[in-house]
């Protein structure tokens, strides 16, 4: 579905928005990157970090204490 | 659609494990959210620039220095920091409770920073102080005085005392 998926589970901070912004570099323009983690912190920080780069969040979902997030390069 | 690109510098004056983390992490970050970030390595600070990082933690004149250990979040009294073996005993637990619990090492956040382009530059006057030579250290840093870190910090946005 996404063009990449990022497993970051069990990784902490900064290590999940690191690790995101090296993948979104293999990512076409306007293409999708899904990041996988289990930090909770990360849900403010994937917000944060879209808002400042320009790319869109597209969708952030929970489960279980696995966090889901979908991020459109848009920038 | 984003901010207008701010800029940062640090100023890393500690060398502890514990002190590595936040100029490390912030660095780092700030490079992966887009802005160009700029470190000056003095005094205490210079041995991260190490190719051979040996970083240790002490408990000593740290009161909150509090580990989860059995349950509880525990310290340790200054008099027994003075035991020889002990500094390095915490040493070894504050690695171990970070790579337990995911937390990149500061080998793995420097490396990344490298990677993401952030300028080190390592205090001149700190290596002769110190007799640090600069083959002892990681590839790609530069050399400066007080001076270029002021105009680094006149040009940042953000400048940070760590």
Known sequence: M???????????????????????????????????????????????????????????????GIYTFLIKKTA | ??????????????????????????ATTAAAMGLPVT???????????????????????????????MGMHMGLPNLLTAIPGVDAGCSVMMKNLIKKKGVASIDELRDMAVEAEVRMIACQ?????FEYDKKDMIEGIDI???????????QADINLFI
């Open chain 1, 2 to 64: 996404a063009d990449h998926t990022l497993d970051a589970k069990g990784l902490n901070c900064p290590l999940p928005i690191l690790k995101a912004r090296k993948a979104l570099k293999e990512v076409p323009d306007n293409g999708t990157l899904e990041i996988i983690a289990t930090d909770p912190g990360a849900v403010a920080d994937f917000e944060a970090f879209c808002r400042q780069t320009g790319n869109e969040l597209l969708e952030h979902s929970e489960d279980d």
């Open chain 2, 1 to 26: 659609m984003s901010a207008e690109e701010k800029s940062m510098s640090i100023i890393v004056t500690k060398g502890s494990l514990d002190w590595a983390y936040p100029p490390f992490i912030l």
């Open chain 2, 39 to 69: 470190m000056f390595f003095t005094f205490y600070g210079l041995p991260l620039l190490l190719k051979d990082l040996k970083l240790q933690v002490t408990a000593a004149g740290n009161p909150a220095m509090k580990l989860p250990m």
């Open chain 2, 125 to 129: 006057m700190t290596m002769d102080l």
């Open chain 2, 144 to 154: 400066g005085g007080a001076a270029t870190y002021i105009e680094c910090a006149t």
